[in-house]
Each structure stands twice: as structure tokens, then as C-alpha cells.
């Protein structure tokens, strides 16, 4: 494949905005997140990140379009909203969070602490019930837990610190077994090529 074909491969890929009505569903859906999640001993940023990340890539597997539509991008402990801290700040300044050290064993966690309502009139009905799954599937794992489960197929084919499609969740985690190779052989000595 040439550059240009790449190129063009490239833009047929989804990978969200930075857009004013994205920050504004990434800003409701944090505050959201934060409120169903207080109760949780292993919630802090690590596990913020991930929800929102599982949130819209599984809603974008499942129904064709993520929840928020903002751009992830792979750091080294699983993806992550690009533009969350900037987010993020605006929400400290704007009095809309406030952000709270917390021990959890030996570790120090930060924890958003939401001081309004979300906004769920952004969402729909299978919008925040798909988030509250996630929440729920994820609320026994720590962070170092959720950063494993994070370093899937869609993490692992971007570069540091670059964009994650969100046509990766598409992608299989499961290794090929025997009976995959032994049908891709067959399948390319019917096409006439060579399995060698």
C-alpha cells in the first residue's frame, strides 16, 4: 500500500471530535459516571477513564455511534479521552467537580466528586443504560485491573499517544486456534494461492 492509499484507508476510520456539543456530552457523562460511582472504594481517575472509553466503544460495536464521540487516544495505562483534562479543568473552574486525594490500600487515588446534576436530556434511555452496565461490570476491578482489560486489540494498534479508531473494537482479542489456521489454508489453496 502506498502512502496515498493509506492515507485514504485512514480517513475512512471514525475517531471522534473535539467539538463543543462532544465536550459538552464528555462534561455530562463524567459528571454522571462520578455521581453512580461514589459508593465505589476503587474509583478514581484510572477507572473514569476506562468507563468512558468502554462506554462509547462498546456503544459504537453495539449500535454504530459511541456515546460521546470524543477522540481516544493510547496512553500507557489503556486509552484514554484526548481531551479530558482539558475538560476536566474547565469543570474544576466552572465549580462543576471538585477533585479529592483518597487512600485506597497503598495507593493514592483522585476522585471526582460531582457538585451538580448531569444532564441526561444529551443522552438517550440506552445510553445511560449501557453505561450503567459498564459501571456495573467494572465496579469489583481496581485500576491496575482495568488497565489490563484496557490493553485490548483497539489500544494495542495505535502508537503512544496516538488516535484510537473506533472501528478497533471491532477487532478480535482472541487468538487464532487451530481450526482458523487449518480453515485459512483451505481457503487459500481453493483460491489457488500458495499457504506456504
Not at 451538580?116 to 434511555?125: G, I, Q, V
Not at 484510537?164 to 489456521?181: F, H, R
Given at each position: 500500500m502506498n502512502h496515498?492509499?493509506?492515507?485514504?484507508?485512514?480517513?475512512?476510520?471514525t475517531f471522534g471530535s473535539d467539538d463543543s456539543a462532544?465536550?459538552?456530552?464528555?462534561?455530562?457523562?463524567?459528571?454522571?459516571i462520578a455521581d453512580r460511582s461514589q459508593d465505589d472504594p476503587k474509583f478514581g481517575?484510572?477507572?473514569?477513564?476506562?468507563?468512558?472509553?468502554?462506554?462509547?466503544?462498546?456503544?459504537?460495536?453495539?449500535?454504530g455511534q459511541p456515546i460521546t464521540g470524543a477522540m481516544y487516544m493510547?496512553?500507557?495505562?489503556?486509552?484514554?479521552?484526548?481531551h479530558l483534562v482539558p475538560v476536566r479543568n474547565e469543570m474544576l473552574e466552572s465549580g462543576e467537580i471538585a477533585m479529592e486525594p483518597r487512600q485506597y490500600y497503598t495507593y493514592?487515588?483522585?476522585v471526582l466528586k460531582p457538585l451538580?446534576?448531569?444532564?441526561?436530556?444529551?443522552?438517550?434511555?440506552?445510553d445511560i443504560a449501557l453505561v450503567d452496565a459498564i459501571i456495573q461490570e467494572l465496579r469489583?476491578?481496581?485500576?491496575?485491573?482495568?488497565?489490563?482489560?484496557?490493553?485490548?486489540?483497539?489500544?494495542?494498534?495505535?502508537?503512544?499517544k496516538e488516535p484510537?479508531?473506533?472501528?478497533?473494537?471491532?477487532?478480535?482479542?482472541?487468538?487464532?486456534?487451530?481450526?482458523?489456521?487449518a480453515w485459512a489454508h483451505g481457503l487459500a489453496e481453493q483460491c489457488g494461492l500458495n499457504a506456504t
Open positions: 496515498n492509499q493509506g492515507l485514504l484507508e485512514r480517513s475512512k476510520l462532544t465536550r459538552t456530552r464528555l462534561r455530562e457523562l463524567i459528571l454522571y481517575a484510572t477507572k473514569l477513564n476506562k468507563i468512558l472509553y468502554f462506554s462509547d466503544f462498546v456503544s459504537f460495536r453495539e449500535y493510547r496512553l500507557e495505562n489503556g486509552p484514554a479521552p484526548i493514592q487515588q483522585t451538580r446534576e448531569p444532564n441526561l436530556d444529551l443522552f438517550t434511555a440506552r469489583e476491578l481496581d485500576a491496575k485491573e482495568l488497565t489490563d482489560l484496557s490493553h485490548n486489540r483497539a489500544w494495542q494498534i495505535a502508537n503512544n484510537i479508531p473506533y472501528e478497533a473494537i471491532l477487532l478480535s482479542d482472541a487468538s487464532l486456534t487451530a481450526d482458523d489456521v
